[in-house]
T-cell receptor, first 112, second 112 residues
């Protein structure tokens, strides 16, 4: 039973446009959400996170939105750059449980 | 500051052979984790450690053992490798349980 779902295996966007990556979760105990980016043959790298007490968090070109009632979060990248092409994961955790639950990831391709 | 390093990067084993994967971090982090990633899947937690001398089971611990004799090192052992253990293995560390995790570059293991 997937507790974190990334229903779009891939997304293709033109350079300079907005990329929107989506994530749904089923476990209502999750209260902290992260986004990681992963290039081929490398480990995931942390991008941005959001706590359930907030509905938005920004860091430069990256903004994460959380809709708790819909159990949905999204990552917006504006403007998208070719170097953003990677697999994106949105792991979640709940309460004092520091174990992360990962989805399958979404492959973002930004075309020049 | 090398961050999280993993040794080896690649390995091919025959069924029944044993091996140890080494993870080292130079960030003085308390928590360390071992994940595996299979094709089309997210990362799944194998074992983790909340400090030197401690280990605990994650989501998929069967067939693996771990040890954390030194704070900076976390070893993952396969006593009798099976083809189902063919995967990419990632080590991660975090300052404390609720901080973001930093990942190593991964070890690609093939069991024939």
């Amino acid at each position: 039973d997937q507790q974190v779902k990334q229903n779009s295996p891939s997304l293709s966007v033109q350079e300079g446009r907005i990329s929107i990556l989506n994530c749904d979760y089923t476990n209502s105990m999750f209260d902290y959400f992260l986004w990681y980016k992963k290039y081929p043959a490398e480990g995931p790298t942390f991008l941005i996170s959001i706590s359930s007490i907030k509905d938005k968090n920004e860091d430069g070109r990256f903004t994460v939105f959380l809709n708790k009632s819909a159990k949905h979060l999204s990552l917006h990248i504006v403007p998208s750059q070719p170097g953003d092409s990677a697999v994106y994961f949105c792991p979640a955790r709940g309460g004092s449980n520091y174990k992360l639950t990962f989805g399958k990831g979404t492959l973002l391709t930004v075309n020049p | 500051n090398a961050g999280v390093t993993q040794t080896p990067k690649f390995r091919v084993l025959k069924t029944g052979q044993s091996m140890t994967l080494l993870c080292a971090q130079d960030m003085n982090h308390e928590y360390m984790y071992w994940y595996r990633q299979d094709p089309g899947m997210g990362l799944r937690l194998i074992h983790y450690s909340v400090g030197e001398g401690t280990t605990a089971k994650g989501e998929v611990p069967d067939g693996y053992n771990v040890s954390r004799l030194k704070k900076q090192n976390f070893l993952l052992g396969l006593e009798s490798a099976a083809p189902s253990q063919t995967s990419v293995y990632f080590c991660a560390s975090s300052l404390a349980g609720l901080n973001e995790q930093f990942f190593g570059p991964g070890t690609r293991l093939t069991v024939l």
